[in-house]
């Protein structure tokens, strides 16, 4: 039912959309841009991590530009471990903030800052910093995104640092191509330190109100997942 109910709130938003999506050109990094003061954006995601034991994710996102240098965002996150059933696993929200005013400085740099809590209270808080940066070339995109998390309560607080990097190259305004790799080192005191990194294709294609993106990812370390794919469907409304 749970299955049916997220269904039939995208399907829903589709039917209304009736502007361009905030586009996304990558899965795993993010690009500068920002949502505009007073419009909403409804986007899915769908997260695949191939194992010995497959997992799912699948988040719900309402994002609104507050001004033209913040916007903000609510997620409802669900989960599904092979052959088990799917359950709602936490609750994120997010905000995005321009630091100076396009063109003023190379990659015009936007602050994330992100707090995921999980609703089983025996997991740890989450709070996640990013700085997002990206330019164009023309026809290609270059987006580089430095990252650090903090895990904390209960238990010891975890540190991981990382970074995420996208080179897209844009055929026409409905397809582009990108290149993704994505890095975390995990820090744990009096425990073996992790380090999880993936690299792989992701396709966008876009229409008049809705962009779709999906992004293949092999992990190329011992501590990484076998493969990770991840799809993101976004709705203008």
């Not at 899965?27 to 409804?42: A, H, I, Q």
């Not at 986007?43 to 695949?48: D, K, M, P, R, S």
């Amino acid at each position: 039912m749970l299955k049916h109910a997220l269904l039939l709130v995208l399907v829903s938003s589709l039917v209304a959309a009736s502007a361009s999506a905030d586009r996304r050109k990558y899965v795993w990094t993010y690009g500068n841009g920002l949502m505009s003061p007073d419009e909403s954006e409804l986007e899915f995601y769908q997260t695949t991590r191939i194992d010995n034991a497959n997992s799912w994710e699948y988040c719900v996102e309402l994002e609104h530009g507050i001004s033209p240098r913040v916007d903000m965002a609510v997620y409802q996150i669900f989960s599904q471990a092979d052959g088990g059933s799917l359950k709602w696993d936490a609750f994120q929200i997010r905000s995005r903030f321009r630091l100076t005013e396009p063109g003023k400085v190379l990659f015009d740099p936007v602050l994330y800052l992100e707090y995921n809590r999980r609703l089983d209270l025996k997991e740890q808080n989450k709070l996640e910093g990013k700085l997002l940066l990206a330019r164009d070339f023309d026809k290609l995109n270059l987006a580089i995104n430095p990252v650090y998390e903090f895990f904390w309560a209960p238990g010891d607080p975890v540190h991981e640092v990382g970074i995420d990097a996208g080179l897209s190259y844009e055929l026409s305004y409905r397809f582009t191509l990108a290149l993704e790799t994505t890095t975390r080192y995990e820090i744990v005191r009096n425990a073996d330190n992790e380090t999880s990194s993936y690299f792989g294709p992701t396709i966008s294609f876009a229409t008049g109100s809705v962009y779709y993106a999906v992004g293949y990812a092999w992990g190329v370390t011992d501590d990484s997942n076998d493969a990770r794919i991840r799809f993101i469907l976004g709705a203008h409304l």
